[in-house]
């Protein structure tokens, strides 16, 4: 169990209880190490987050930022829950409160069987091993909240859902969880000092082919309509209903049979000193600005507090502009920074690259 402590910084060497996790989520909260609304955190680097409703109603968007997450010193988890439906803000509200907590109880049972199993290979590669734990965390705990939603009676997410995007920063280890069409976008230093963005998930849209075939596959169906060319969308075998947009959610079980699924796509990245920042947004930013006019919003804001809210303004402008007479969805931003100076903007030459 030594080298359990000294690689995880003593974290308890035993599996945590439902309780005692819930108790570091009341401890972060009293102490203002949870921001779940517009404004700013100021982790060991520093995070904005901004939400703005769209024309549509309600807003359905839930943010939420943990810094120390679970009461380690060098552990942040960031998220972005974008729901859709009649009762969609309710299940992103709470595939947001639920998922922090149950992603740390996972995560810390599965550190603890790595430990103690003596062909874990931990000690032989440690990096391997971080991710391999927190994407099995992940996936378990997506599956959780999925059935917590089906279980619930305080809402209908039968016919209502979520996407949900979050990450964990662990030390230099990123973790990145995408369950839909939300994107994450980093933004590095070249070996020019050009500044260039580059795009760490994948937009789970029904047309992509291999969740195309899924959907096909399971007898739902995958058609754009005639008044949206271009916009793929998931149909139950039989009915013009419930047109979602993405491929993966949260809830939805009405087509949870018929191709929908929740498992989260899971990737990591080594942060270096080349990357200045990371962007998580919800599909309503990007369906009007690219990932290189994100990094360059974001870069050429000289008070960082100010990013996010303002790259969510300027998609709201670029939505009006390219999208005449369709409401503006809800749009939210969560932009975190390594290591950088909030109220100082680098002078720096973006590059455009194809996504």
Known sequence: MGRFTSIFNGIANSFSSTKRVEAKAKYAKKNDMILRSSGTINVNNFA???????????N??????????????????CGVFDGH?????YVAKRVC?????????????????????????????????????WKNSFIKTCA??????????????????????????QGELLVVANVGDSRAVMATMSDHDYLIPVQLTVDFKPNLPNE????????????CMDDEP???????????SPGLAMSRAFGDFCVKSFGLISVPGVTQRSITSKDQFIVLASDGVWDVVSNEEAVEIISSTVDKSKSAKRLVECATRAWRRK????????????????NHDTHSSQKVHLVTTSN
């Open 323 to 338: 999208r005449k007479n369709i409401a503006t969805d809800d749009m939210s931003a969560v932009c975190l920074f390594f």
């Open 48 to 58: 904005a987050v901004y939400s703005k409703r769209g024309e549509k109603g309600v």
């Open 85 to 89: 439906g009649p009762w969609g803000h």
């Open 212 to 223: 195309a075939a899924r959907i096909v596959g399971s007898k739902g169906r995958v058609f």
């Open 144 to 169: 959780e909240v999925d059935q917590d939603l089906q279980r619930s009676r305080k809402f209908d997410s039968f016919h209502s859902g979520t996407t949900g995007l979050a990450i964990i920063k």
């Open 97 to 133: 409160e639920t998922m922090p907590s149950s992603l740390l109880c996972n995560w810390q049972q599965k550190v603890v069987e790595a430990t103690v199993d003596p062909n874990s290979g931990f000690e032989s590669d440690k990096k391997l091993d971080r991710f391999t734990i």
């Open 60 to 77: 359905q968007d839930c943010c939420i930022v943990w810094e120390e997450f679970g009461c380690q010193e060098d552990m942040l988890f």
């Open 230 to 240: 271009g916009v793929h969308r998931v149909w139950l075998p039989n009915e013009e």
